[in-house]
């Protein structure tokens, strides 16, 4: 995989043509400010001398020029791909009219009969509009053999219903699909019509076992249109996956809940269940509830993701009910649950999780958002880790309670006495930011956490203005992480920490000589008025002897940095991607 941003890098790979014969998958990320149709001929004479090619991927962003050219040449190329099974296009923020393009685009589409996966991405595209939907429903319905489809039309402002008027006959057409995803997300003009053409194209698809669709902040949906959508997979006893997201239309309430319960109780084979109902105020303890008598019948779930950010009606009630729906599923591997700004949420919802943490020995996975549940104290955090203390395969933790105020360096006492002996452990995110009483002191219980940790890949602390954070907090994450050579991603959040100054960057150059394996960095201390040229030049330092290093962002926003400091890493700093931020 490869960075192509121009014509003569696009050139450049026509060139090397001749060695790449056998070549059967290519990933190509275009930044598409200099690119012009000269450039897609080049890819064009590139596929036809590549034609054992089966999985293409194109991700082309921020495009301003006429793109009727490009797609010609593209197409021009699909049809070379004869053993093509897999096509990922994927346009970013082009605000020029695009409506032709896909329209030449469908002849390229018709004559890959090979096709089996198709993702066609548009997301912030202003100039997509309901013709376009129309040119790929003709284009797409010839792909019989295709079994994948994925359309992502993420803030397409100028779409409507009729969007999916026409992408219904053609979806009707695809018996074989097995996984539909739709993301209209932030299409304003979706509405529940639009879910009733939708309807109808489920109901011919036999043998769907896959289904996404993401309708969140299409703001004229509401239980009706639940309604729908549940009336027309209800039918499919093997679904496996299902992912439905309905954040921020605002007007969703137990009435969805109700539906969705009806649903699950059809999926004794479901795998993965992801619900996103976030910023919807009408939903209450209710609605949970019958959430958790639908799950009754999914015993098999591995993947389970609650989404339910700033529902402002739930109440520990709310944890009890997930409690009953998770304690029975003992194959779970993966769990997400996001109850941020839920202000009625107390330490005694966390009991309640305690209680079903405990009975989950195979999972590897868990994520809580909790972030400004002001009513949440060390207590919660106790009760978490008394949970997690059983958990001995867990590899990937992440833990949110920033704007928790009650929360202090205890909260991570809990932590570290609770996950000492999680010894799988490869990714740790902890976010405590905003806590005027963690301090150091919490810093230095994660060091004894750390240590323990030699299988440990990647590292997020998040530690936004606490004024407790010193120098000394930088040590002990250094002395912690010693023996972590495994570590490829880092990432330190101590913005408006402004007792943190350059001795403290001694130590995190330390950090930083001793990640061997690190790939990406992203530290961020804006608002650090102690820090200056010095610092920096420690960050130079410690990043001198990172061979596998690629990536590096650095916001040091308002810190005491001069230009001259800025020009003089950047100079010294070879690195093929490189974000810094000092003003």
């Not at 309708?215 to 439905?244: H, Q």
């Amino acid at each position: 995989n490869k960075l192509w941003s121009s014509n003569q890098q696009l050139k450049s790979l026509h060139k090397g043509r001749k060695y790449l014969k056998s070549l059967r998958n290519l990933n190509i990320e275009l930044k598409c400010d200099d690119l012009s149709r000269t450039g897609f001929t080049y890819l064009w004479e590139f596929f036809k001398n590549s034609r054992c090619l089966k999985v293409i991927a194109l991700r082309l962003k921020t495009f301003e020029n006429h793109p009727i050219g490009i797609f010609i040449e593209l197409c021009r190329g699909l049809r070379q791909l004869k053993y093509l099974t897999t096509c990922n296009l994927l346009l970013y923020s082009w605000d020029v009219p695009i409506d032709d393009a896909i329209k030449i685009f469908k002849n390229g589409m018709k004559s890959t009969n090979s096709l089996k996966n198709l993702l066609l991405g548009f997301n912030f595209c202003m100039g997509v509009s309901d013709k376009a939907c129309e040119f790929l429903a003709q284009g797409s319905y010839q792909l019989l053999n295709l079994e994948s489809l994925r359309l992502e039309f993420t803030t397409c402002q100028n779409l409507t219903d009729d969007s999916l008027i026409f992408l219904k006959e053609s979806i009707r057409k695809l018996t074989k699909l097995r996984c539909l995803e739709i993301n209209m997300e932030g299409c304003y003009e979706v509405t529940n019509k639009g879910l009733t053409h939708l309807k109808e194209s489920l109901a011919a698809l036999r043998h769907l076992k896959e289904l996404a669709l993401n309708f969140s902040l299409c703001t004229d949906i509401n239980d009706d249109g639940v309604e729908v959508l549940a009336d027309s997979f209800v039918k499919y006893k093997g679904l496996r996956r299902l992912l439905l997201n309905f954040g921020g239309t605002r007007i969703i309430t137990d009435k969805s809940m109700n539906f969705i319960r009806e649903g699950l109780k059809n999926y004794p084979a479901l795998d993965t269940l992801v619900l996103e109902f976030n910023f919807s105020k009408f939903i209450t303890d209710l609605g949970i509830k019958m959430l958790e008598e639908g799950l009754h019948g999914c015993k098999s779930l591995r993947i389970f993701k609650l989404d339910f950010l700033n529902c402002e009606k739930l109440t520990d009630n709310s944890m009890k009910y997930v409690k009953g729906s998770i304690s029975e599923l003992t194959q779970l591997e993966h769990l997400t649950l996001k109850f941020s700004l839920t202000l009625n949420i107390t330490d005694q919802g966390f009991s309640y999780l305690k209680e079903a943490l405990e009975r989950l020995q195979k999972l590897k996975i868990l994520h809580f958002n909790f972030w400004n549940c002001l009513s949440l104290t060390d207590k919660a955090i106790e009760y978490l880790g008394q949970g997690l203390k059983g958990l001995h395969n867990l590899a990937d933790i992440t833990l949110n309670f920033s704007y928790c105020f009650n929360v202090t360096n205890s909260a991570l006492n809990e932590l570290k006495t609770a996950l000492i002996a999680s010894t799988k452990l490869k990714n740790i995110n902890f976010c405590f930011s905003q806590l005027p009483r963690v301090s150091d002191k919490g810093v230095e219980y994660l060091r004894d956490l750390l240590k323990n940790f030699q299988l440990l890949e990647s590292l997020t602390l998040e530690f936004c203005n606490c004024q407790g954070m010193v120098d000394n907090s930088l040590k002990h994450l250094r002395d912690g992480l010693r023996k972590c050579n495994t570590l490829m991603s880092l990432r330190l959040n101590f913005v408006i920490c402004i007792y943190i100054t350059n001795d403290g960057f001694q130590y995190l150059r330390d950090i930083l000589l001793n990640l061997k394996n690190l790939q990406t960095l992203r530290l961020d201390f804006a608002n650090c008025t102690n820090i200056t040229d010095d610092g920096l030049k420690y960050i130079q330092e410690g990043i001198r002897g990172l061979k596998f290093l690629t990536s590096v962002f650095l916001y040091f926003w308002r810190c005491n940095i001069s230009n001259e400091a800025v020009e003089q890493f950047i100079q010294s700093t070879k690195l093929p991607d490189l974000t810094l931020c000092v003003r």
